[in-house]
């Protein structure tokens, strides 16, 4: 009887971690730009259950391991309990590893959306500095020539002017773009 009973534990920890390992697949399998806004919680309670389950499995293969240890016991019950103990600590330890490897899966899951996430924002961010830059040059020119062109002690027309800030911002243009701050 107490044998069964480890048995079918062991089974419902094979069929939860096939559930878990399911949705994992499915998760990693959703490209980058179709997931949801729910992705990162459905993903940390995936986490979290299969956190439970490889807890559980590690206290239930030290328990078997303990049970293994005392061979007088199991000795005793007959001949084949032993081998069947051992058989049912390897079911188990070979399920605390599909655990495991599912744990990391997840983790490295969540990870690569945090980093998409922030890829796309350094996307942006990017895009806003070159918009300053390019933004900030004319403010520059303006505010130190100011509208009065007339009666300065330099010689320049508004044209001349304008030229010379088509070609700073020509030339700040060809840097952040030899950058590949577009792309």
């Not at 030290?62 to 069947?84: N, S, V, W």
């Not at 495991?100 to 959306?113: F, H, S």
């Not at 002017?161 to 590949?180: E, S």
Request: hydrophobic share 50%; net charge negative; aromatic share 10%.
């Amino acid at each position: 009887v107490f044998f069964s009973i480890l048995q079918l534990k062991n089974r419902d920890c094979e069929e939860i971690l096939a559930a878990i390992e399911q949705r994992t697949i499915f998760l990693e399998e959703q490209t980058v730009g179709s997931l949801k806004k729910s992705f990162l919680e459905e993903t940390f309670f995936l986490k979290r259950e299969i956190t439970n389950v490889h807890n559980g499995l590690r206290h239930f293969n030290q328990a078997l391991d303990d049970l293994r240890r005392h061979k007088t016991a199991l000795a005793a019950l007959g001949e084949e309990y032993p081998i069947l103990f051992k058989k049912l600590a390897d079911e188990a330890a070979t399920l605390q590893e599909i655990s495991d490897n599912t744990l990391e899966r997840l983790v490295a899951l969540i990870e690569l959306y945090i980093n998409t996430v922030s890829l796309d924002m350094n996307r942006v961010m990017r895009l806003l500095a070159i918009i300053t830059c390019l933004g900030l040059i004319p403010s520059i020119i303006g505010g130190l020539l100011g509208m009065n062109l007339i009666g300065n002690p330099w010689h320049a027309s508004i044209y001349e002017i304008c030229l010379l800030l088509g070609l700073v911002l020509l030339v700040a243009f060809y840097v952040f773009w030899k950058k590949g701050w577009f792309r």
